[in-house]
T-cell receptor
Framework: EAQVTQNPRYLITVTGKKLTVTCSQNMNHEYMSWYRQDPGLGLRQIYY???????DKGDVPEGYKVSRKEKRNFPLILESPSPNQTSLYFC???????????FGPGTRLTVT | SQQGEEDPQALSIQEGENATMNCSYK?????LQWYRQNSGRGLVHLILIRSNEREKHSGRLRVTLDTSKKSSSLLITASRAADTASYFCATDAWSLRASGYSTLTFGKGTMLLVSP
């Protein structure tokens, strides 16, 4: 089954404790991206990747890092999480940045 | 900002009625996409309409695009309780940050409630 998976689905952590949210897709998509969704603000893009080893900042990249060492994986790294990074995070992939995006189920992160 | 804005923010209708949601945007686009999100879940792609298209249908969905007014509408006919969800438009336009790339920007969504 074609899908985008994210782990963990729920995470509660404390300020400053490094964490990684994994994202994997099995559709051989070149393009992958991360979004955060906050009430009243909609979805905002954090980082995107056009292909392996090619990443770039989205609209809200501060406090986040990504890597794209393999085509199927695009982890999101929070080196020192802060409470303002409490949010619902989505990973998405597609054949090209202009095409239909396939979204993961979301990761709800709470930073205390 | 090239972000699309949906209108209304919330819509409540009865089963069987039609639901119309609108999206306005500010810059020229390559295409416009509509997505649905059930509460707390990932977004699901509904339909993509290119800038040179004016209307597109998919089942009970009808999307129109008016590039002169920079607006789009999503019509759901004969709505069902299962259509209850948030609906987002997303505009694909050439990036202001990265030359040669386009970016997909989402609006804040319309929350649709369909009552039985």
């Amino acid at each position: 089954e074609a899908q985008v998976t994210q782990n963990p689905r729920y995470l509660i952590t404390v300020t400053g404790k490094k964490l990684t949210v994994t994202c994997s897709q099995n559709m051989n998509h070149e393009y992958m991206s991360w979004y955060r969704q906050d009430p009243g603000l909609g979805l905002r893009q954090i980082y995107y990747s056009m292909n392996v080893e090619v990443t770039d900042k989205g609209d809200v990249p501060e406090g986040y890092k990504v890597s794209r060492k393999e085509k199927r994986n695009f982890p999101l790294i929070l080196e020192s999480p802060s409470p303002n990074q409490t949010s619902l995070y989505f990973c998405a992939s597609s054949y090209g940045q202009s095409n239909e995006q396939y979204f993961g189920p979301g990761t709800r992160l709470t930073v205390t | 900002s090239q972000q699309g804005e949906e209108d209304p923010q919330a819509l409540s209708i009865q089963e069987g009625e039609n639901a119309t949601m609108n999206c306005s945007y500010k810059t020229s686009i390559n295409n416009l996409q509509w997505y649905r999100q059930n509460s707390g879940r990932g977004l699901v792609h509904l339909i993509l309409i290119r800038s040179n298209e004016r209307e597109k249908h998919s089942g009970r969905l009808r999307v129109t695009l008016d590039t002169s007014k920079k607006s789009s509408s999503l019509l759901i006919t004969a709505s069902r309780a299962a259509d209850t969800a948030s609906y987002f438009c997303a505009t694909d336009a050439w990036s202001l940050r990265a030359s040669g790339y386009s970016t997909l920007t989402f609006g804040k969504g319309t929350m649709l409630l369909v009552s039985p």
